[in-house]
């Protein structure tokens, strides 16, 4: 397995599965991919193509060079290397890679889209995995990212624009925790950076459209 | 309207400040108005834009995260230009967005719709560092030149999301952009040779993985005064808040001092254009380049 050098040593294979049958589902497509069993479990066979589509990337293509983890920066801190999240997603095993931390902590960076010398944006699947598990509500293990892109996304619906207090009150409140880090909110604050009222766009119900007609317009559910 | 005008008139772009110019990167608002009147460059703020979306649209899928920045290119349309871009993630949205809209008529037409402006494809969206470097070129900015940044060693940050995915963006190399670097120079300063151009210091965690934050621009950061830098300097406000704003932070969890000044290449031509509004932004600096201008007799 490709490590980014001198790092993530600590970091094991992913477990194989354990089998809880509520995600997995067996196959019915055309393509002859009969319904091998893993460790016990039937592969999805359908993450892969459901993947491709969110995604646009052609998930086959990926020889499993190792260069996206290579060069990824947050390697150090992901339970799977970004190749092998990309190699479950070819083997069908949803359940650990939609539970998985990589694809919640991935900054989408695209370091890995600028090297893959097949032409793969492991950054986008990452993205569609993460709205896949949303989808089929599995808990993200990084909650307070989840949170975060919720309370990001909720003040651009209610404004347009982001508002980093409302932002941070929201967050606070979701994950029912103080901020962090009160001392650089405060930082921020004192150096008059962060304003205490937003400043809204005018056309609010055009921004409102937009996340109504095209939030989750793709369908991810697998029928 | 990709080029820009031959004739002498100011150069005239459809202004797309994004969210944190106007709050956390309020100096970088600043400097870019100052600097950019200053070289004649027009900057018309795009009526009523919207926020792009950042990194949170992405895990709603993809009509989403075309269609926040999509809106503000069709707005830019109608003024006829093409867009300016001061934040490097915008940048980022936008240039996806209008490449992915022009290759794909499927999705300008839903985005269209939606929005009711129908796209044309006809505003390019640019860097602002890329329009104020390549636009009238180093040689005239060097002829504005007041100060010599002499002194100034500079660690020339472009981030990650500035020149990549490179297939869409490409104003400058993916793994050794030198727009900033030529820009140093012309201004009178050294910039530095290092490996963490382009390395990721991690901003969207900000708000939440506090420890992976620490350590990637720790990692950065260390990286730049390691390779003799003495200050650094970047395109993008997450990057400036992340470098300058955790500094304090990162040095009292390792006990180091690392103590660099971090910089808008905006406050950089201002201060080297001899342009006063710039004293007004060093109070918005966690690590206060102060001392470093004092000591360089760069103010
Ligand atoms: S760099 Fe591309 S081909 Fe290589 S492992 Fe990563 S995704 Fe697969
Ligand atoms: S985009 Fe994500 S997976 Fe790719 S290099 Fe960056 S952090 Fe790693």
């Known amino acids: ?223 | 309207m990709s080029s820009a005008p031959d004739n002498a008139g100011p150069m005239k772009y459809a202004y797309y400040p994004g969210c944190s110019l106007h709050s956390t990167a309020k100096e970088y608002d600043a400097s870019t108005r100052a600097v950019s009147e200053a070289l004649g460059v027009e900057l018309l703020e795009i009526p009523d834009w919207n926020c792009c979306g950042a990194s949170s649209a992405h895990g709603e899928g993809h009509l989403l995260s075309t269609g926040l920045p999509g809106r503000n290119i069709l707005l830019a349309e109608q003024m006829g230009l093409d867009i300016a871009v001061p934040c490097a993630a915008c940048y980022n949205r936008l240039a996806v967005a209008n490449a992915e809209m022009r290759s794909d008529p499927g999705l300008a037409e839903k985005v269209s719709g939606v929005v009711g402006l129908q796209f044309q494809g006809t505003s390019d969206v640019r860097p602002l560092v890329d329009i104020i470097v390549n636009d009238d070129g180093l040689e005239a900015i060097g002829a504005r030149v007041r100060r010599q940044l002499e002194g100034l060693k500079v660690a020339c940050y472009y981030g990650c999301l500035l020149v990549r995915p490179p297939r869409v963006l490409g104003f400058d190399d993916a793994d050794e952009p030198m727009t900033m670097d030529n820009l140093v120079t012309a201004l009178g300063g050294e910039p530095v040779t290092w490996p963490h151009k382009t390395e990721c210091c991690g901003a969207s965690f900000s708000l939440t993985r506090v420890d992976v934050v620490q350590k990637m621009t720790g990692d950065v950061l260390r990286m730049a005064r390691d390779c003799g830098a003495n200050c650094v300097v970047c395109a993008c406000p997450l990057c400036m808040t992340n470098l300058d704003m955790r500094q304090g932070g990162i040095e009292s969890l390792t006990g180091e001092k690392i103590g660099l000044p971090i910089f808008y290449f905006t406050e950089l031509l201002a201060l080297a254009m001899g342009l006063d509004m710039v004293k007004s932004c060093w109070k918005m600096h966690f690590v206060s380049p102060e001392p470093l201008l004092r000591e360089t007799a760069a103010v």
């Open chain 1, 1 to 223: 397995m490709l490590r980014r050098a001198g790092e993530g040593g600590h970091q094991t294979s992913p477990a194989l599965p354990q089998g809880k049958e509520t995600v997995l589902k067996t196959k019915d497509d055309s393509e002859s991919r009969s319904p091998v069993s893993i460790g016990g479990v039937t592969p999805d066979s359908r993450l892969r193509d459901l993947v491709e589509r969110l995604s646009g990337q052609k998930v086959a293509d990926c020889y499993q060079c190792g260069e996206c983890t290579a060069g990824c920066p947050v390697a150090f801190a992901m339970d799977l290397m970004p190749n092998q999240v990309t190699r479950l997603v070819q083997l069908g095993l949803a359940e650990e890679v939609l539970a998985c931390r990589t694809i919640w902590l991935c900054a989408g960076c695209q370091t890995c889209v600028a090297r893959c010398p097949q032409l793969v944006e492991p950054s986008a699947i990452m993205d569609a995995l993460r709205q896949i598990a949303a989808e089929r509500g599995i808990k993200a293990p990084e909650g307070e990212i989840e949170a975060f892109h919720k309370a990001f996304l909720n003040s651009v619906e209610r404004s347009g624009r982001v508002h980093e207090m409302g932002m941070i009150a929201e967050l606070k409140l979701k994950t029912r925790k103080f901020v962090k880090d009160v001392p650089v909110g405060l930082g921020l604050f004192t150096k008059g950076k962060l304003s205490p009222l937003p400043k809204p766009v005018k056309d609010r119900a055009a921004v409102k459209k937009i996340f109504k007609e095209l939030r989750k317009h793709e369908e991810t559910a697998d029928e």
